[in-house]
């Protein structure tokens, strides 16, 4: 006998939205399966009909991977109460949602997706993967800031300690940063720890895949290979469901 499967999973791999955003829309009533409104831990048996915003939900079997050039301003997020989010923005012609977050300030390479299965694997913490930033601050950078980005700091107000990264700097004012956590605005607090302020900071790599030339406000599918790539990196990853956090 078939268990079904939960209403924010059925949601993510349909690519609607990510499991955490599904929650929030089953919490506000808009999901409903076989008419009735859903329910948290609701579960879709075969032959059900699920409706988002009351427009029946049937699975993408189309895999959608893209690489986008986020512009300042624009948020990373599939609500559409939010007038600069990232899904009308770069209004995809199927549904895909944001792999995690790039904080409204910041600009560079957001992955977007309606395979909901990977986006876990990939943006959870524990699973060590690499993203990559290019920041300029305020003031000239010292020996001391840079030893001190990558020794590990103390964000007293999340109640953590950064892990230790890669930290190279690049000009008088600009340096490279590559983390294997994402909490939220991590690198301002970082740097503020330290009496700078960032002044730009551009997200260019995520894994394996490179934001390259690509013009913002553009967008370009992931390749074959990059995908293939990508599997291989996330193939041991856990992929238990976890809050994505803004960078």
């Known amino acids: 006998m078939t268990e079904g499967i939960r209403i924010n999973k059925f949601l993510s791999e349909a690519g609607v939205c990510s499991r955490r955003e599904a929650d929030r829309q089953i919490a506000d009533g808009n999901v409903s399966i076989d008419g009735k409104i859903a329910e948290t831990g609701s579960k879709v ?14 699975k993408e079997e189309e895999r959608i991977l893209i690489a986008v050039h986020k512009p300042v301003g624009i948020v990373c997020t599939a609500e559409k109460r ?9 209004n995809f012609p199927k549904r895909i949602y944001p792999v995690g977050r790039l904080d409204k300030d910041s600009s560079g390479l957001i992955l977007m997706t309606n395979q909901g299965e990977i986006v876990n694997k990939m943006m959870r913490a524990g699973n060590m993967h690499e993203k990559e930033y290019i920041v300029t601050v305020n003031k000239p950078l010292s020996d001391s800031f840079l030893r001190g980005l990558a020794g590990g700091v103390p964000l007293v107000e999340l109640g953590v300690t950064t892990r230790k990264c890669v930290v190279e700097k690049l000009g008088k004012r600009k340096f490279k940063i590559i983390l294997t956590q994402g909490y939220n605005r991590q690198i301002r607090r970082m740097c503020e720890y330290f009496g700078y302020r960032v002044e730009e900071l551009q997200r260019v790599r995520i894994m394996n895949i490179l934001l390259g030339d690509l013009k913002p406000g553009t967008y370009r599918h992931v390749t074959d290979k990059e995908y293939t790539t990508l599997q291989k990196m996330i193939a041991n990853s856990k992929n238990t469901t976890v809050i994505p956090q803004k960078e």
Do not use: A, L, S, Y
């Not at 939010?82 to 770069?90: L, P, R, S, T, Y």
């Open 45 to 58: 048996m075969p032959g059900q009909k699920v409706c988002f915003m009351g427009k029946p939900v049937t």
């Open 82 to 90: 939010e007038k600069n989010n990232i899904v009308d923005f770069v």
